[in-house]
Nanobody, 124 residues
Framework: QSQLVASGGGLVQPGGSLRLSCTTSGFNVGYFTIGWFRQAPGKEREGVSSISTGGDSTVYVDSVKGRFTISRDSAENTVYLQMNSLKPEDTAVYYC?????????????????WGRGTQVTVSS
């Protein structure tokens, strides 16, 4: 059974950093575009960042540009989301998802596999 697992969340103070990991079992993450999404209480799910199959294309939502970096490690079959300069408004459950496309995008309806999320809380 194919699965994605997001990990690395936690409690961090404003201005701090976290690195989220998205690992898979049952398939090679290198064959899919991988996206990170988040959902805060009472809010709609929001696309945060995506990386194409080859890793040569990435996209970010405007609110995280310059602070978050997405990358993939084929040897580890893992996609990372490095989050720096975290703000309280970044607090949410973060999910990773896999899309059967070869380009980076943040359209949730075009993601085929979703993993369980990891909680990120930014608070002093």
């Amino acid at each position: 059974q194919s699965q994605l697992v997001a990990s690395g969340g936690g409690l961090v103070q404003p201005g701090g950093s976290l690195r989220l990991s998205c690992t898979t079992s049952g398939f090679n993450v290198g064959y899919f575009t991988i996206g990170w999404f988040r959902q805060a209480p009472g809010k709609e799910r929001e696309g945060v960042s995506s990386i194409s199959t080859g890793g040569d294309s990435t996209v970010y939502v405007d609110s995280v540009k310059g602070r978050f970096t997405i990358s993939r490690d084929s040897a580890e079959n893992t996609v990372y989301l490095q989050m720096n300069s975290l703000k309280p408004e970044d607090t949410a459950v973060y999910y990773c998802a896999a899309s059967n496309t070869d380009y980076a995008h943040l359209a949730p309806q075009d993601y085929d596999y979703w993993g369980r999320g990891t909680q990120v809380t930014v608070s002093s």
